[in-house]
């Protein structure tokens, strides 16, 4: 084993860095696993990449093997660990036999400390808003349900007065290795820890409120505050207001998804606000103000004499606020002439006596239609 020279064998420099080792071990056992490769010296080549990434990958042995060619040092045993014929079991950190099959088959071996906290999961919640509370935000009161650290153990999941104590099954890691005989050796694999379940921790006496989770459903109440102009669709993130962590992590987040209800008055883009407002042919054509609603209050609008319809008037800051800055948006108020459907007496007098100005002739074709080519003449000006 000795004679080997495992840089050359994954084709890395004396200098490497565990980086460059560790990508040139993830490419070549790829790319010369059996189960992929049927070339017949594959099963030999995978097995020599093993031993040489298994040496260069532990500080210690790369001295050893740097110093007197061997891994075990001036003693000069040698060769492939991990058992008679077998691939290793590589838990000192490296990339391992565990990760090849992680990447053939899309799981991730989990080498972490299963007793170091973790946080609680994120959690949802979906607000339904009135149009004016999404504009002018409000402070409400929510409930809903989620794990909580249980108060009578502090998330321990032990009896008070105790204290969990280290696996005996897994001695603490959160996984067991099991060995099979197979054609090309003795395999090794991992599985979770059947009595603690992947804690590595055993709780002898469970808390008799949790029952040794840890953590209670619990129907958990929170006051938010809805910012002003919040938009259908949007969300809000509460830190800490999700469920309860692992080991004393922290909790996780709930994310608040808002759906804002439409309004008979009103349509929105962001921040700014749309209208549609009536008004006679005579306003139309003489101008004068209206009053305009807005989520504001009704205000007055002054509309030109002549105005057309279709046309589009801004009123400045009386739109929705800004979310992410200083005061509001506009609104834009359509105005639209409508065509009355009846006439009185006076009015049609008044209409007669327009189109006689005008030079409109009521006779002929059409002209008991006499309104409808009034209403064209406004919609073509």
């Not at 007793?115 to 002018?136: C, H, N, V, W």
């Not at 002739?361 to 209403?375: A, Q, W």
Request: proline share 4%; aromatic share 8%; glycine share 14%.
């Amino acid at each position: 084993m000795a004679s080997k020279d495992y840089y050359k064998i994954l084709g890395v420099s004396k200098d490497a860095s565990d980086d460059e080792i560790k990508h040139a071990y993830r490419r070549l056992s790829k790319k010369w696993h059996p189960d992929i490769n049927k070339a017949p010296d594959a099963e030999a080549k995978f097995k020599e990449i093993n031993e040489a990434y298994e040496t260069l990958s532990d500080p210690q042995k790369r001295a050893n093997y740097d110093q007197y060619g061997s891994a075990d040092g001036a003693a000069g045993a040698g060769g492939f660990g991990g058992g008679a014929g077998g691939f290793g079991n590589f838990d000192g950190g490296g990339f391992g036999f565990d990760d090849i099959f992680s990447q053939f088959f899309g799981g991730r071996q989990q080498n972490a400390d299963p007793s170091a906290p973790q946080q609680g999961r994120d959690l949802q919640y979906q607000m339904t808003l009135e149009f004016k509370e999404a504009i002018f935000g409000k402070k409400t009161v929510i409930k809903y349900n989620r794990e909580a650290q249980c108060k009578t153990c502090g998330g321990t999941g032990a009896k008070p007065g105790t204290s969990p104590v280290t696996c005996s099954r897994c001695g603490g890691r959160g996984f067991i290795v099991t060995e099979t005989n197979t054609p090309l050796g003795r395999m090794q694999s991992r599985q979770t820890c059947p009595v603690c379940h992947g804690t590595g921790k055993e709780i002898k006496e469970k808390c008799p409120t949790c029952g040794g989770r840890g953590r209670v459903d619990e129907r958990h109440e929170l006051e938010v505050n809805v910012p002003a102009g919040i938009d259908d669709g949007q969300q809000m993130r509460l830190q800490g207001q999700g469920e309860a962590g692992v080991n004393g992590g922290p909790y996780g987040d709930l994310y608040i998804i808002f759906r804002v209800k439409p309004s008979k008055d009103f349509t929105r883009d962001g921040s700014t606000i749309y209208t549609d407002e009536q008004i006679s042919f005579a306003r139309a054509a003489l101008g004068g103000k209206i009053k305009v609603k807005t989520v504001h209050g009704d205000v007055e609008l002054k509309i030109p004499a002549g105005t057309q319809t279709g046309t589009s008037f801004r009123l400045k800051g009386k739109g929705a606020p800004h979310l992410r800055g200083n005061g509001n948006g506009d609104e834009r108020v359509t105005v639209n002439v409508t065509t009355p459907k009846t006439l009185n007496k006076e009015q049609k007098i008044a209409l007669e006596a327009f189109a006689k100005a005008s030079g409109e002739s009521l006779g002929g074709k059409g002209g008991s239609n006499f309104f409808d080519k009034v209403k064209d003449a406004f919609d073509k000006k």
